[in-house]
Structure formats: C-alpha cells, structure tokens
C-alpha cells in the first residue's frame, strides 16, 4: 500500500516502497533486502576501486598512453559512466525487480525482438562478469606479488606461475565468498571500504 511522505508543512505526497512497485507490476517481493543504504555505498565504492584500478592499469596506461591519456581517457570515461549510472537507476526505480536488465530488456523493447535482445543482454552480461573477475582478480594477483617484491627488498622476484597460483586462489576466495548469505555480504562492506581507503 503507498504511504504518505511529508514535503513541506501539511502537503503530503504519495511514496512507493519496493514492494508496492512490484505489486504494481504483478511480481510480490521473494528476495530479503538485506542491504542498508551505506553498505550499498560501499558495495559501489568496492566496486569502483579508484585506487586499486589505477593502480592496477599503469602498467599498461603509461608506455601506451602517457600522463595524457591516462588524465583524459580516465576523465572522459567517468563522464559517460555517470550517464549510464544515471540511467541505470532510473530503470532500477521504475522496475525493482531482481532481473534487472533482463527484465528492463524485455519490457521496454519491441515485442517483436525482446527475446532474442533479453538473451543478448544476458549473454554479454554474462560474459562481461566473468572478464571483470578475471580482470579484477589478475590486477589483485599483480600487487599483491609486487608488494611482496617491495617487502623484501626486490630479493624475491615471482615467477609467472607464482603469480597465477595467486591468480587462482583468489577466484576460489571470491567464489567463497560470493556463496555467503546475503546479510553476511552486507555486513562485510564496512571491512571492504576500510580496506579500499589503506
């Protein structure tokens, strides 16, 4: 049922929660909402991982691209990432469903295309997680053994294999850790951003 949300002195307006958009959309809620607003801040801020990415591409960014194309592509990206973001958030309010884009696909396309282009949502986006692990892991793998390197005074140098048995133990880590319950998840965000800031 909508709620009355105050404005200002006696004007009142009508306020959805999840639960009443999907009603409205003929879904009932199955999934608990365990995040609260700050952890999914955090989650966000994890995600993005200013620091660790750019740490993570200079390897590549500065014999390739120079200060210049690191300043500006970084730049440019942002700015066309804050679209998509924005974008994204309106589907996510108007359509709170746990199918995301899949459902957004299917319900705003034509329905002439809507299963083949809902398919091809899922495959990419599919496709485009499993890059993004492996990316994000291999960068993770990367540090850490350069960060031993610096610990020790460069007298340990890791061999390609040292570094994939990182690689690798940290896909098993996050495969762990991407099993645990929701809540669990959730309260972890605080530790994650904690780590993201040292």
């Known amino acids: ?71 500006w592509g970084w730049f440019t990206c942002c700015i066309f990432l804050v679209f998509v973001g924005m974008a994204m958030a309106e589907l996510g309010s ?9 459902y957004w696909t299917f319900k705003f396309s034509s329905p002439r295309y809507r299963k083949l282009l809902s398919w091809l949502i899922g495959y990419v986006n599919t496709a485009a997680y499993i890059a993004g692990v492996a990316s994000v892991d291999w960068g993770c793998a990367t540090q850490l053994m350069a960060a031993v390197t610096i610990g020790s005074d460069g007298r340990f140098t890791p061999t390609n294999a040292q570094v994939y048995g990182v690689y690798c133990a940290l896909l098993v880590l996050h495969a762990i850790m991407a099993s645990l319950a929701t809540k669990i998840i959730a309260k972890l965000q605080y530790f994650y951003v904690f780590l993201n800031l040292a």
């Not at 009508?14 to 955090?42: C, T, W």
């Not at 993005?48 to 194309?69: D, E, F, K, R, T």
Request: glycine share 12%; hydrophobic share 40%; proline share 6%.
């Open 1 to 71: 049922m909508p709620t009355e949300e105050k404005v200002s002195g006696n004007e009142t307006r009508p306020s959805l929660d999840d639960q009443d958009v999907l009603a409205q959309l003929g879904y009932k809620q199955e999934f608990k909402r365990d995040f609260r607003r700050i952890e999914l801040a955090g989650l966000c801020f994890s995600i993005v991982g200013v620091v660790q990415s750019i740490a993570a591409v200079l390897l590549y960014s500065i014999p390739y691209g120079g200060p210049v194309g690191m300043v």
């Open 94 to 102: 108007a359509a709170p469903t746990a199918g995301g884009l899949y």
